[in-house]
T-cell receptor
Framework: DGGITQSPKYLFRKEGQNVTLSCEQN?????MYWYRQDPGQGLRLIYY???????QKGDIAEGYSVSREKKESFPLTVTSAQKNPTAFYLC??????????????FGPGTRLLVL | GENVEQHPSTLSVQEGDSAVIKCTYS??????FPWYKQELGKRPQLIID?????GEKKDQRIAVTLNKTAKHFSLHITETQPEDSAVYFC?????????????FGAGTRLAVHP
């Protein structure tokens, strides 16, 4: 999982502002994922992408948007429509499935705080 | 869809004791069950996983058992050490074949006291 990077480590958002979180991987993985983690809770899936130029909503997609223009990059935008964005955001990636689910490897995360 | 429940939410043990964390899942088609360890402020890291064609898998002090009939799987840590203190998450896939979404349990906070 050392091949997945996220930036910035900390991000501050003002009211009404859109912010973009970066996720890059050099593992040649096809699939990439975005999760949100709130304090003391598990991980909830925001969006995922199985292939370039394609992505699907997860369980909590409202107020978020993504793009997948390159295999190695999967940026997440937190829009002003997301009213409670304070959380720890984790990006993950995995190889194509070969007879079953493949392991997801996580990036170091971005902590988003609202000013 | 899949629902994953994890117990207990907190677990406190003495160094050298064993720790067991249990997860139940609802989707009988699920075939892959990973366990992640997350230290404070860090990323979740895979510590062990099991596929549905086996009932148990071991890696040194860590083992995972799977009961497909009862739809539960458990993480066993033996000879616990203070560095085992962390939050542990189980997960199970949902959605059929291909790239399944992983549904995570709520986590177990393990504290190992010297």
């Amino acid at each position: 999982d050392g091949g997945i990077t996220q930036s910035p480590k900390y991000l501050f958002r003002k009211e009404g502002q859109n912010v973009t979180l970066s996720c890059e991987q050099n593992l040649n993985h096809d699939a990439m994922y975005w999760y949100r983690q709130d304090p003391g809770q598990g991980l909830r899936l925001i969006y995922y992408s199985q292939i370039v130029n394609d992505f699907q909503k997860g369980d909590i997609a409202e107020g978020y948007s993504v793009s997948r223009e390159k295999k190695e990059s999967f940026p997440l935008t937190v829009t002003s429509a997301q009213k409670n964005p304070t959380a720890f955001y984790l990006c993950a990636s995995s190889r194509p499935p070969t007879g079953g689910q493949e392991t997801q490897y996580f990036g170091p995360g971005t902590r988003l705080l609202v000013l | 869809g899949e629902n994953v429940e994890q117990h207990p939410s907190t677990l406190s043990v003495q160094e050298g004791d064993s720790a067991v964390i249990k997860c139940t899942y609802s989707d009988s088609a699920s075939n892959y069950f990973p366990w992640y360890k997350q230290e404070l402020g860090k990323r979740p890291q895979l510590i062990i996983d099991i596929r549905s064609n086996v009932g148990e898998k071991k890696d040194q002090r860590i083992a995972v058992t799977l009961n497909k009939t009862a739809k539960h799987f458990s993480l066993h840590i033996t000879e616990t050490q203070p560095e085992d203190s962390a939050v542990y998450f189980c997960a199970a896939p949902t959605g059929g074949g291909g790239y399944n979404k992983l549904i995570f349990g709520a986590g177990t906070r393990l504290a190992v006291h010297p």
